[in-house]
Structures are given as structure tokens and as C-alpha cells.
């Protein structure tokens, strides 16, 4: 199995540009997550999804948008480009057993905002 | 809302010798799980040991094991051991019960010197 995949892995935009980062999973998880890490520090929440046709916000959601139409996909939309979106963003899935818990990560996508 | 602290941003320590890395929590929840990842220089983010708090009884990993004090809401990890594979950064995590967020604490980086 591929697991979770991310693309792009890495891309430079300038300043008011738009991207999608695209994930898929082939792991029929219902859980999806958006994460993004600055340097030396841990990873905060954008968005998530709890099965297709639903997601939610996390701790820091402005500036971006995400959709869920299948439960392969949760592709997410930056909209106008900022200096401080600059960020690894790390796309995660999980099984709808709570017992275990575990987050499969994507391999991250790094994003320079110029 | 829930938190996840680690105070110590960095630590090192010999390699074959013992370290314990820290983190608190705070959660007014009653069922929740507590998980160490692990970042490597890769970036890949990969699962070290899980804990429910249902549990008394610590997890244990090989190498790995936790010192969980449900009472003071804190989750130690000790690597016994330590290899130079083990340097990386590290990440306490917790998911409720409540929902599907898993939140992350700010990481610590830790070296194994040779």
C-alpha cells in the first residue's frame, strides 16, 4: 500500500498566489488531517475531516480551505499566499478505531512564501 | 481545551546509557491516549509507543517505555539503550475520547552521541 501520499513535495510561491496541496490515502481511513510545522516547533491543526463530506477547523484554519468529496482525498487550498504560511504541512489519516489511535503521515510538503 | 507541554527543548545523552524525556497534559476528559512520535532528519514522522489512560499498566516498546501518572498527567518516555538511530526530534500527542483531534506538544530535540 502507498499509505498517505502528499504532492507537491516541495514548491515556492510568491506572495497572493494560490495552491492546493493534494493528499490521498488508499487506506480507506475516515480521518484526515491538515497539519503544518514551523522550524523547531510542533505540529498545529489546520483542518480535519471525519469522513467524506465533513470537516472541521483546528487551532490555526485562517488562510486556508479544504474539501472532502471522497475519503480517498482532502486537498488544501491556500487562497492568497502569505510570508507566514511558510511551513512544512503534513497530511495524516487514521483508522475509525480509537483504540489505537495511530496517524499515518504523509512524507510533508514544504512551502516557501516569497 | 486540551494541552500537551514539553518544557525541555533539547537533551543528549551517551550512547547505550538512558534518558527520559518529559510531558504533561492537561484534559478534563476521562478517556484519552497518549502517544510518543518520533521525527527523524528525514522528517518522516513514525509512531514510538501509545498509551490508553484506561490502562494502568505502562506500554512498553522494545527499547521504549512510559511513565504514566494519570493522577499528575504526565508521560514520560525512557529509551533504554540509546542508539545513534534514536536522534530525532520527539512529540507527545493526545487524542480524546471526545473528538478526533490529536494535539501535539512542542517537541524535543534529542542527540545520542557516539
Known amino acids: 500500500n502507498a499509505g498517505v501520499t502528499q504532492t507537491p513535495k516541495f514548491r515556492i510561491l510568491k506572495i497572493g498566489q494560490s495552491m492546493t496541496l493534494q493528499c490521498t490515502q488508499d487506506m480507506n481511513h475516515n480521518y484526515m488531517y491538515w497539519y503544518r510545522q514551523d522550524p523547531g516547533m510542533g505540529l498545529k491543526l489546520i483542518y480535519y475531516?471525519?469522513?467524506?463530506?465533513?470537516?472541521d477547523k483546528g487551532e490555526v484554519p485562517n488562510g486556508y480551505n479544504v474539501s472532502r468529496s471522497t475519503t480517498e482525498d482532502f486537498p488544501l487550498r491556500l487562497e492568497l499566499a502569505a510570508p507566514s504560511q511558510t511551513s512544512v504541512y503534513f497530511c495524516a489519516s487514521r483508522g475509525p478505531n480509537r483504540d489505537t489511535g495511530e496517524l499515518f503521515f504523509g512524507e510533508g510538503s514544504r512551502l516557501t512564501v516569497l | 481545551a486540551q494541552t500537551v507541554t514539553q518544557s525541555q527543548p533539547e537533551m543528549s545523552v551517551q550512547e547505550a546509557e538512558t534518558v527520559t524525556l518529559s510531558c504533561t497534559y492537561d484534559?478534563?476528559?476521562?478517556?484519552?491516549?497518549l502517544f510518543w512520535y518520533k521525527q527523524p532528519p528525514s522528517r518522516q514522522m513514525i509512531l514510538v509507543i501509545r498509551q490508553e489512560a484506561y490502562k494502568q499498566q505502562n506500554a512498553t516498546e522494545n527499547r521504549f517505555s512510559v511513565n504514566f501518572q494519570k493522577a499528575a498527567k504526565s508521560f514520560s518516555l525512557k529509551i533504554s539503550d540509546s542508539q545513534l538511530g534514536d536522534t530525532a526530534m520527539y512529540f507527545c500527542?493526545?487524542?480524546?475520547?471526545?473528538?478526533?483531534?490529536?494535539?501535539f506538544g512542542k517537541g524535543i530535540t534529542l542527540s545520542v552521541r557516539p
Open positions: 500527542a493526545f487524542l480524546t475520547g471526545a473528538n478526533s483531534k490529536l494535539t
Open positions: 475531516s471525519v469522513g467524506a463530506g465533513i470537516t
Open positions: 484534559t478534563s476528559e476521562n478517556n484519552y491516549y
